[in-house]
Every structure is written in structure tokens, then in C-alpha cells.
């Protein structure tokens, strides 16, 4: 997710500043980006100095404190409340006190993130899709805390970053995947019962409802480790049985079987 961000916000003409825990993985962040923004060159969709401009508005780095001047901080980390409540601590004693701290969480509450800071009024979440790139949706999370003004200017950021952005209560699963994992989870649990193949389901939902992906696709591709930790979260606050991830699912995850990246998954890569 962190190149996919890291190429939207260049490529809107911002300044962005990527930092990563490794050196090494802040590199990785921007050969990645490169890559991207080649084949587009390949089709003769920019040229090569529209991607080295874009290039040049990137910087990497594995400090902290150099997103110490950033207006608008995004953080995208793994899915569990602790660490990001630990980051945003640490973002709270390093980044000016006038800017924005936002999210990219897909699932958890804002509002527990907003009150280990300072400055819960200029705490939102901007969840932006997989892959970044491709995807026009921005949901903008409004926590109980957070000042209008605050939420104004991640609607127009994410505006000026090409996205369709829509605002939503600080709610689990936001707009999307309150509906989207529930379908997903059935999806299993028909797997399960026998109903029909994999392969059906997949085909059946691509061809019934012109869905892009299949389920188990989009399983894969979100991580199998991710799913059950988001529809976790959906049970843990709205307590309905049809977020209750299925056995298959959760046995996956403790067979390693996270998806596309570890080459297995519902199918193999």
C-alpha cells in the first residue's frame, strides 16, 4: 500500500515523504513506485521525464523524524490497534502540531488513535484502496473528535489525489467492507457446506453480478490474515454471526496460507 500512496499523491504534483522501519525497505518503496510508473511509459501513457518529475517528488527514508513538517501524515501499517496506537504516540511528539494525522485503517476505530495524541481534533482516517492506483474510492473516517475543518481538508486532499471521496461516521468496516466482508465470509462458509466449487463461486459472481473478482480472488488478494482480522473487528463491535469468520478461514491463516503474498492461498501463486 505504501508505494501505491506514495505514487496517487506524486503524481498529483505533492511533495511525499515515505518512511519505512528499513532503509532498505524505504528503497524498496520507491523501486517499486518506478516500476509503476515505467510501464505507463511503456504505453506511452507519460513520458519518461513526467516519471522522473515524479520520481523527484518522493523522498524515502527510514527516520521518523522527517515527516516532522508534513501536513497531512498517513499512516499505513499492519492491522492491529496497539502498534498504531504506538506510532501515533510517537507521530504526536514529532510531527508540527498543525498537522493532520490520518490512518489508512480499513476496519478499526479512528477514535482510539485520535486520544493517544494531542490533537484528536486533527485526527481523521483516509482509507484508500488496493491497489492505489487503480481504485477511485477514498472513505474519509470522521471520529466523534474530530474538527470539521480537519475532515474538509482530507475530502480536498483526496480530491486533488484524482479520488472519489466519500465521508462516513467512525463506524467498524467504515462503508465498504461493513458490506463487502460479510459476502466474502458467506462465500467461505458456501465453500464449506459444499454448495459449489471455488471455481464456480468465483465464475458465478464474476458473470452473475459483473463483479471484477471473484471472492476467493479477492481473498487472496487481501490477505487471508487481513480478512479475519477485519471481520474480527466488524464482530467485536456489532456482535452479528454473519462477521464471525469462518472456521476454514481462520485455519488458513495458521497454516500460512495468507494469500497472494505467501504464494498461497485459496490457490497458489
Known sequence: MGSGLAEVIARAGLEVVVRSRTQDGADAVLAKVGSS??????KERMTEDDRQAILGRITVTD??????????????IVEDLEIKRALFAELEQIVK????????TSTLPVIELAM????????CGVHFFNPAPAMSLVEVIKPLTASDETITAAM???????KEA???DDRAGFIVNALLFPYLNNAVRMLESGTASMD??????RGGCNFPMGPFELLDLVGLDTSVAILDALYAEFRDPNYAAVPLLRRMVVAGRLGRKTGHGFRQF
Open 200 to 205: 464456480s463461486i468465483d465464475t458465478a459472481m
Open 97 to 104: 502540531p498543525e498537522g493532520i494525522l490520518a490512518t489508512n
Open 156 to 162: 480536498h486532499f483526496a480530491e486533488v489525489c484524482g
Open 37 to 42: 510508473l515505467a510501464r505507463h511509459v511503456a
Open 63 to 76: 527516520h521518523l523524524g522527517q515527516l516532522a513538517d508534513c501536513d497531512l501524515v498517513i499512516e499505513s
Open 166 to 168: 466519500v465521508q462516513v
Open 116 to 123: 493517544v495524541t494531542q490533537r484528536p481534533d486533527r485526527v
